[in-house]
């Protein structure tokens, strides 16, 4: 295949946005959606209990990319983004 003809792809480290993720951890109920739903794989299970007896999602390592997945599918609301640096 010559150059011209080869598929675009995007860069590995594409971002929407530069965002932090917080959560409420005693909000959350256990659900795991935001966890199993994240397509860089940046949240897992923390380990201790809250109060309802779930273990919330942490966040396990940098590779958010702000898509808000995790933001739009929390039926509890207990996880959200916010833009580094506001």
């Known amino acids: 295949m010559s150059p011209s003809r080869t598929p675009l792809s995007p860069a590995q480290k594409l971002k ?3 965002v932090e993720i ?3 951890k005693d909000r ?9 739903l994240c ?9 201790r209990l809250n109060i309802r ?3 919330p999602p942490y966040v396990k390592n ?13 039926p509890e ?5 916010k833009l580094k640096g506001k």
Do not use: N, R, S, T
């Not at 609301?77 to 983004?81: E, R």
């Open 16 to 18: 929407i946005a530069e």
């Open 77 to 81: 609301m207990a996880i959200f983004m």
């Open 39 to 47: 397509p860089k794989h940046v949240l897992d299970y923390e380990a």
């Open 22 to 24: 917080a959560v409420i």
């Open 53 to 55: 007896g779930a273990h």
């Open 62 to 74: 940098e590779g958010c990319v702000g898509c808000g997945i995790c933001e739009e599918i929390c």
């Open 28 to 36: 959350c109920k256990g659900c795991g959606f935001c966890i199993e």
